[in-house]
């Protein structure tokens, strides 16, 4: 067993923690109060994230990606995941469903992808189908040469800007395929842009679908390949999910720690207090835990030592375990701040409200329970946990 980082990652870590610390961390109060940084500093942070080798890291060389390794991969979304406000957008994604484009959408939609001049969205909730995408209605009939699109979609993050959203259908019962809607497409319009508990650059909005022709070139992947398609993208975007939850609570730590170090109640240091410091020891062990869960997984991928499936299983204790786990490390960070910890002006309120949505996006903790629990039935625990 060899769990020492190679030279190349520790590099790329060390990268990273600086591209977070001078280009995330400055906007995070501007983000906070207005929701949206200038343009030019957009434009800065784009330029160095590819100029530093963060982005685009998930998508094959063979297509213009980076094609990084998942632990790379891991290993940057986990410093990005120190920024509050959700300025991990930066160097997450794109979409690994915009692989799927083909020779005619690639120079449209993945090319500028690639570069960040847009972010795709992804819309697959609806108002009756969240965590139960059995209950998905939004329909794609065709007629001619074009499907007409039907339904309502909801929580589409960036869904309200960009080239186009990526949207989940139905073309016939059980089968479901995707469509790249280019915003403006008569039949397609915004309804609300609701208010969320944190603020990111991100709205989230609910788009819906009223006889929305669109030409059958415009089918991301086959017919009946959504499910899958989907699939990997949860898969991916879990485990970035777990590793921005490990610098979520790397940061509150080293917020805590210091604030424990610095204060002084009753003649004694915060940490003295053994009910303070102990918030600080289980954070600790925690972390540490989910650090481990998190990275394995990455090298389990890049070895590829288990099949689609045993994947799954893991990504989603990754996910589960290190979102939960985060978001208990801000809240005893909160509780070890005092009345400060429930002020705006303090990263640890920040993450507070930024990583309690890690348990419910791209699947909910529950969802995640009931994946780890079908592989536990269905597979040899000591293959599944050694
Ligand atoms: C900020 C934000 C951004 C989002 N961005 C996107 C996006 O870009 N694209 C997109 O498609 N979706 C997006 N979502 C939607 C998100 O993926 C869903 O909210 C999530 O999957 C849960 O679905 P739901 O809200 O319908 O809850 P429901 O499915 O109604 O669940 C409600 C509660 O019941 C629990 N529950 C449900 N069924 C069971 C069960 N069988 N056993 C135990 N517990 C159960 C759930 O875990 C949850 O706690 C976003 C959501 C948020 C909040």
Not at 115 to 138: F, H, K, Q
Request: proline share 3%; aromatic share 8%; charged share 30%.
């Amino acid at each position: 067993m060899d769990f020492e980082l190679s030279d190349e990652l520790k590099l790329l870590q060390d990268t990273a923690r600086r591209f977070t610390n001078e280009e995330l961390i400055p906007h995070e109060l501007e983000v906070d109060e207005h929701s949206r940084i200038s343009e030019a500093a957009r434009t800065t942070i784009r330029e160095r994230a590819c100029r530093d080798g963060l982005w685009p890291m998930n998508v094959p060389q063979e297509f213009g990606g980076l094609g990084s390794s998942v632990l790379a991969q891991v290993i940057v979304q986990e410093q990005a995941g120190r920024a509050t406000n959700h300025l991990w957008g930066y160097v997450g994604g794109p979409y690994n469903a915009l692989q799927r484009c083909n020779e005619a959408q690639r120079k449209k939609y993945l090319e500028p992808a690639l570069t960040g001049e847009w972010t795709a969205s992804y819309a697959v909730t609806e108002p009756g189908a969240g965590s139960d995408t059995s209950n998905l209605t939004t329909s794609a009939v065709k007629r001619g040469d074009h499907y007409v699109i039907n339904g309502e979609k909801w929580f589409v993050s960036g869904g309200e800007k960009g080239l186009a959203v990526i949207v989940h259908t139905l073309t016939a019962p059980g089968e479901e395929t995707l469509f790249l809607v280019d915003h403006g497409t008569p039949g397609m319009r915004i309804k609300r842009l609701p208010r969320f508990m944190n603020r990111s650059e991100d709205e989230h909005a609910e788009i819906v679908f009223e006889d929305c022709a669109v030409p059958e070139g415009q089918m991301l992947g086959e017919r009946g390949e959504a499910d899958a398609i989907s699939k990997a993208w949860f898969r991916e975007e879990r485990l970035h999910i777990a590793a921005r939850s490990l610098g979520a609570a790397q940061r509150l730590m080293e917020e805590m720690k210091a604030w424990c170090a610095e204060r002084e109640t009753f003649g004694k240091k915060l940490y003295e207090h053994q009910g303070i410091g102990w918030l600080l020891a289980d954070s600790a062990t925690e972390l540490y835990a989910a650090r481990l869960v998190t990275y394995k997984t990455a090298w389990e991928e890049d070895a590829g030592v288990c099949d689609v499936k045993e994947l799954h299983t893991k990504a989603s204790i990754a996910k589960l375990y290190a979102s939960e786990m985060a978001h208990r490390v801000a809240d005893r960070a909160v509780q070890a701040f005092g009345g400060r910890g429930y002020c705006c002006d303090y990263a640890v309120e920040r993450l507070f409200r930024d990583t309690r949505v890690d348990r419910i996006w791209e699947g909910t903790s529950e969802m995640m329970r009931s994946i780890i629990l079908n592989g536990v039935m269905k597979r040899d625990l000591d293959e599944l946990l050694s």
